[in-house]
């Protein structure tokens, strides 16, 4: 049995108080949530505030990014090993944002997701197809190259360590989302290609969250579906009350 994820991406939004207030009223809402794994990720400079402030909860803490060196002469760049000291146990690597405007590539992430392995951190790897990408008919083929080149390198042991997101770039920030049949497909498409690339038993391990648009009111049909196993939440994350009933899905 696959433990879900319920990951918040907050995106670039909440100063540090107010990441501590959101969090703060956050904890209390998901305090008898025993079967979820529940991830925040704040922006970096609210990280060390969000982790005194979860302490002793049931909430763990991610960063939204990272660079693929450990140290050097790279300004403005945060590595896995700076992440991992200020209490970070996951980190989201590949999100389409990251892929459109910072000019992210398949090399650089899978850079990425092998530092963060080897810093001691689970890995959320995004990956996802554009609205011309599916309307001409190569969602699978996208997918299947992504996840290809993201995991190059990886072995079947750390991929215990790798939870992925598929985000469907049409739905991210627009109000639409993919049907609970469309998530499933794709889902269930992920998975084989992990299972052609580590065989069955790693394929029907990984978890495989959704992301697109994820809201209260539409959470429990994707989490009805088999390959489904929680969410990466956007813009319902940034409210307490939204994110906790997102969280709380099978309550």
């Not at 190259?145 to 985000?167: F, H, M, P």
């Amino acid at each position: 049995m696959r433990r879900p994820v319920i990951a918040g991406n907050w995106k670039l939004y909440k100063t540090t108080n107010e990441a501590v207030e959101l969090v703060s009223r956050l904890i209390p809402l998901v305090a008898t949530n025993k079967d979820v794994d529940i991830v925040v990720a704040p922006v970096f400079t609210a990280l060390t505030s969000v982790k005194g402030a979860i302490a002793g909860s049931n909430i763990m803490l991610s960063a939204q990014n990272c660079y693929w060196e450990e140290e050097g002469a790279f300004t403005g760049e945060v590595s896995p090993k700076l992440l991992k000291d200020v209490g970070c146990s996951h980190v989201i690597i590949g999100h389409s944002e990251r892929r459109q405007f910072f000019g992210e590539t398949d090399v650089t992430i899978n850079k990425k997701i092998k530092t963060s392995l080897y810093a001691g951190l689970t890995v959320i790897f995004c990956i996802g197809e554009t609205l011309a990408e599916r309307e001409s008919g190569k969602t699978l083929d996208v997918l299947k190259t992504q996840v290809r080149n993201g995991l190059s390198g990886i072995t079947k042991d750390q991929l215990a360590n790798i939870v992925i997101a598929y985000e469907p770039v049409w739905a991210i920030g627009t109000g639409k989302t993919a049907s609970d049949e469309q998530a499933q497909e794709a889902h269930a498409f992920i998975r084989s290609v992990v299972t052609g690339l580590y065989k069955k038993t790693a394929g029907n391990g990984i978890r495989i969250l959704y992301g697109g648009s994820v809201k209260p009111e539409n959470i429990k049909g994707l989490m009805n579906q088999p390959d489904v196993d929680g969410a990466l939440v956007g813009g319902a994350s940034l409210k307490a009350e939204s994110f906790s009933a997102i969280a709380n899905f099978g309550s």
